[in-house]
């Protein structure tokens, strides 16, 4: 595991880690507006800070981290009008930051973060379970959150996400599966222990419950 690559801001004794692909640019942007700092991710004083982010199902995000390479490369032609490279695609797990495995970016820290799932909410859900998380812990945030911030996909990237995951069904090979199944079974833990109608921070946590 490599912590090099991993951009961690703090408030003190909370730690954001951004998770790209999981509404990563929204949040981190807004935390610097907050006044918040960064460090380093082997900085962290796990017994003293609570490290929280955000996690989506982890087959989605791989498809949205492939999507996004292929965007910021210009790819789209190259993906649709060469089998070959297509069939590439299909057959490997991830190509760059956006889409490695959160156990390859984190390790064994996975269990220790304080996980707020994305997948089948709103935004409007993910932004007030982060507020509550935030104001539990009395962080350092201001009264509004700046919404321009929001990095929405393309309907390029939106019809190769759909496009990778029938790629991915189709013709999957047993090790790309296994690269996923730690994260597979990190978010099954997460979202099964995870309260979103929770009315206080204890109750909603899934490291609390």
């Known amino acids: 595991m490599s912590t090099n690559a991993i951009n961690t801001i703090t408030c003190?004794?909370?730690v954001y880690v951004q998770t790209l692909k999981c509404a990563s640019t929204f949040f981190w942007q807004n935390f610097k507006r907050f006044g918040w700092?960064?460090?380093r991710f082997?900085?962290?004083d796990w017994k003293n800070q609570r490290v929280f982010s955000h996690i989506l199902d982890p087959d989605q995000r791989r498809h949205?981290?492939?999507a996004e390479y292929i965007d910021m490369n210009d790819a789209y032609?190259?993906?649709y009008e060469n089998e070959t490279f297509k069939k590439f695609i299909a057959h490997i797990p991830t190509l760059d930051q956006h889409s490695v495995s959160y156990h390859d970016q984190y390790g064994d820290y996975c269990n220790l973060i304080d996980w707020i799932p994305l997948s089948g909410h709103s935004n409007q859900e993910v932004v007030h379970k982060t507020e509550m998380f935030l104001k539990h812990y009395r962080a350092q945030m201001l009264d509004n959150w700046e919404f321009l911030w929001e990095h929405s996909s393309s309907e390029y990237q939106k019809l190769m996400v759909k496009d990778l995951e029938d790629c991915?069904?189709?013709d999957q090979p047993a090790w790309i599966s296994w690269y996923l199944q730690r994260?597979?079974?990190l978010y099954r833990r997460v979202v099964e222990k995870f309260n979103y109608s929770a009315d206080t921070?204890?109750?909603s946590s899934w490291l609390e419950n």
Do not use: A, T, Y
Request: net charge neutral.
């Open 12 to 14: 003190g004794n909370v």
């Open 201 to 203: 921070w204890p109750k």
């Open 183 to 185: 994260d597979r079974i």
């Open 42 to 44: 082997d900085s962290i």
């Open 168 to 170: 991915w069904n189709k």
């Open 37 to 39: 700092w960064e460090i």
């Open 64 to 66: 949205k981290g492939v």
């Open 77 to 79: 032609d190259l993906f």
